[in-house]
């Protein structure tokens, strides 16, 4: 299945998108998406591991 995730940060908005089986692999992807997305667009921006897999869990969305 597809899977996107929204950046919850004003302004952004950016929707990262990823193929995965499973919930669990899912949410580790997404997390790692979002975590990369992070250094390059908000390098500003200083969350935890913790913070970006709580925001990956409550904002994933099935696409397919």
Do not use: G, W
């Amino acid at each position: 299945m597809q899977y996107s995730f929204t950046c919850p940060l004003e302004r952004c908005n950016q929707i990262m998108t990823i193929e995965a089986r499973n919930t669990e692999e899912t949410v580790d992807r997404l997390t790692e998406v979002a975590r990369e997305h992070l250094s390059l667009i908000h390098p500003d921006m200083n969350k935890t591991y913790a913070q970006i897999l709580l925001e990956a869990r409550s904002h994933v969305m099935s696409v397919s």
